[in-house]
């Protein structure tokens, strides 16, 4: 079961308070925080692939209830760089920290993943993207067979 990690004490309105998510409890209890800081909350498969894929964000949760706000991401090439190295800087300081973390070889190669996208836009070999992206990363990702991770997952 997927799940959403939402700030402790956050309002109703929970636009802003996402912290992060967890595909299953595999992941959420390697999350490298301490669970009962946190508001966790399941969500359907469904929710939780269009948050991961950056398609739609929580905005309100009420009496276990939650509302979305569905996102219509686009990227220009200088924008898609900077996503993939700030995502990359997220990644590496997890990297650095967690060597032995049981989630490391699968962020490590997450990591190449996007170092060889980057280096592909960077040096305009890309047969396979055009600009603008009307999708996400994540999203272009998982629609092109290859792994496909959020920021929000991120231990």
């Given at each position: 079961?997927?799940?959403?990690?939402?700030?402790?004490?956050?309002?109703?309105?929970?636009?802003?308070?996402?912290?992060?998510?967890?595909?299953?409890?595999?992941?959420?209890?390697?999350?490298?925080?301490?669970?009962?800081?946190?508001?966790?909350?399941?969500?359907?498969?469904?929710?939780?692939?269009?948050?991961?894929?950056?398609?739609?964000?929580?905005i309100?949760?009420?009496?276990?209830?939650?509302?979305?706000?569905?996102?219509?991401?686009?990227?220009?090439k200088?924008?898609?760089?900077?996503?993939?190295?700030?995502?990359?800087?997220?990644?590496?300081?997890?990297?650095?920290n967690?060597?032995?973390?049981?989630?490391?070889?699968?962020?490590?190669?997450?990591?190449?993943?996007?170092?060889?996208?980057?280096?592909?836009?960077?040096?305009?070999?890309?047969?396979?993207?055009?600009?603008?992206?009307?999708?996400?990363?994540?999203?272009?990702?998982?629609?092109?067979?290859?792994p496909?991770?959020?920021?929000?997952q991120v231990?």
């Open positions: 079961m997927p799940y959403l990690i939402f700030s402790k004490n956050c309002p109703d309105e929970v636009g802003g308070y996402l912290y992060r998510i967890a595909e299953n409890e595999l992941t959420l209890n390697n999350m490298n925080i301490t669970l009962s800081d946190y508001k966790i909350t399941e969500v359907s498969e469904e929710n939780f692939n269009l948050i991961k894929f950056g398609l739609q964000v929580p309100k949760f009420v009496n276990n209830s939650l509302t979305y706000k569905t996102l219509q991401p686009t990227f220009l200088d924008d898609l760089e900077k996503y993939i190295i700030c995502f990359r800087k997220n990644i590496n300081a997890f990297l650095y967690n060597k032995n973390h049981l989630l490391h070889d699968i962020w490590q190669n997450y990591d190449n993943q996007l170092e060889d996208l980057h280096k592909k836009i960077y040096l305009e070999n890309l047969e396979i993207i055009t600009f603008p992206l009307n999708t996400s990363l994540e999203k272009y990702f998982f629609d092109s067979g290859l496909s991770l959020s920021t929000l231990p």
